[in-house]
């Protein structure tokens, strides 16, 4: 009788682990890739970041040191790495605001040309400083007049292009895009349409932050010299961010943000089968949230990475689960027709870094993907430049596909 209730407890005890480990769910256990490597590539970084493959093979990183308009000041900074992302170089300063009152900023602003070049697009701005801040003004929006609303001196804002020809070491003096708009600022990651032209997203603001139109202006010569802006979509909706795909069959894909209608991170978009010179009416697509970035892989997959997931507001992220993330991967298989959700990213202490907003993503020779999000980090929150100035760091996540046909 003992050993027949040690059967029948050592079988209730394997039973027990067996319902255990079948309620723990592995989030990544049916999705197209898997986040085999996370590692923290920069601590409060802080600003917009960028990547891309220079034509000598190297991975290029770039960043600006503030997040918002405001305050002035900043830098962008670019680090390289010759070991598909393994070690990164030390950061190197390659671009400056005009003077002290005036700030830098970049999103995704990396691109390899058709001729082995290499081009970086950023945004400079000014915001105002209000007349009779509060006394015990710490915070920028206490600080300073984005709208206008207490100043006659205006926000502006102006987008530049520097261009390199030995692979990032060297840039040019700064060359200012669509001089015919009175402010503008950039968009998203640059490039090249099936005819050999680059086009560079920019977002014409008039005089205010919030904008009714999304465009890009266009190289035909590799750089040398840009176009006008020439418009994707705008009027009522009040179109903001643009990112901008090539799919496999050559129709440029754009994804629009809303600034006014609906909820205030809900995409549109929108398609080119013309290189760009016209486009479709964009239609709302069952995705939302900021500052995507869009890869095509060799097979014709198109890879979305996207920020903000779930969000409506940026403060939502600690309202959220513990250890929880916003930031990750849409997949298309049908030339962005159609989105599936796929994994989301990671950080090294979910907790202490929250997986945030703007993904860049870089293919790598092993068929691996290289992902660079932003994270918040919990040590800087409540602190007067959280988000603004100081906070975000950088993580690496390499990305290994669970169908290796999908290359």
């Known amino acids: 009788m003992p050993n027949l209730w040690l059967g029948l407890a050592t079988l209730t005890l394997l039973l027990a682990a067996t319902v255990c480990l079948a309620v723990v769910v592995d989030p990544q256990a049916d999705t197209q890739y898997r986040v085999t490597e996370v590692r923290t590539l920069l601590k409060n970084g802080s600003g917009c970041p960028a990547l891309c493959r220079a034509a000598n093979g190297d991975l290029l990183f770039a960043y600006s040191t503030v997040w918002e308009m405001m305050p002035p000041g900043g830098v962008v900074k670019l680090m390289r790495s010759s070991d598909e992302g393994q070690t990164w170089s030390a950061p190197q300063i390659v671009a400056r605001p005009f003077d002290e009152h005036w700030g830098i900023q970049m999103w995704n602003g990396l691109h390899l040309m058709p001729d082995g070049s290499l081009i970086m697009a950023y945004t400079q701005q000014y915001v105002p400083k209000r007349p009779n801040p509060p006394p015990d003004a710490v915070s920028p929006p206490q600080i300073y007049d984005l709208w206008s609303e207490e100043t006659t001196d205006r926000w502006r804002t102006k987008p530049y292009l520097i261009r390199s020809s030995d692979d990032g070491r060297t840039w040019s003096q700064p ?21 050999g032209s680059v086009l560079v997203p920019v977002i014409p603001s008039e ?190 996540n390499f990305l290994t596909p669970t169908h290796r046909g999908q290359l």
């Open 175 to 195: 060359v200012r895009l669509a001089p015919e708009l009175p402010n503008c600022w950039v968009g998203s990651r640059p490039v090249t349409a099936s005819d």
């Open 207 to 396: 005089y205010h932050p919030l904008t009714q139109e999304s465009a890009f202006v266009r190289s035909t010569d590799n750089g040398k010299t840009w176009g006008p802006h020439e418009t994707i979509a705008g009027g009522p909706l009040g179109f903001n961010e643009v990112t901008l795909g090539v799919a496999q069959n050559g129709d440029i894909i754009a994804i629009l943000r809303d600034a006014n209608a609906g909820p205030r991170r809900q995409f549109r978009q929108t398609v080119s089968h013309d290189n760009g010179y016209t486009w479709e009416e964009p239609w709302l697509i069952q995705l939302w949230g900021k500052m995507p970035d869009m890869l095509t892989l060799p097979s014709g997959r198109i890879l979305l990475g996207v920020g903000s997931v779930d969000l409506l507001d940026g403060e939502e992220a600690w309202s959220g689960p513990a250890n929880s993330s916003y930031a990750g991967l849409f997949i298309s298989d049908d030339n962005g027709k159609t989105w599936q959700r796929d994994v989301m990213f990671l950080t090294e202490d979910l907790y202490q870094q929250v997986p945030f907003d703007s993904p860049v993503m870089a293919l790598l020779r092993n068929g691996e993907i290289l992902v660079v999000h932003v994270a918040l980090n919990r040590a800087y929150r409540g602190r007067p430049l959280f988000s603004y100035a100081e906070g975000l760091d950088y993580v690496i």
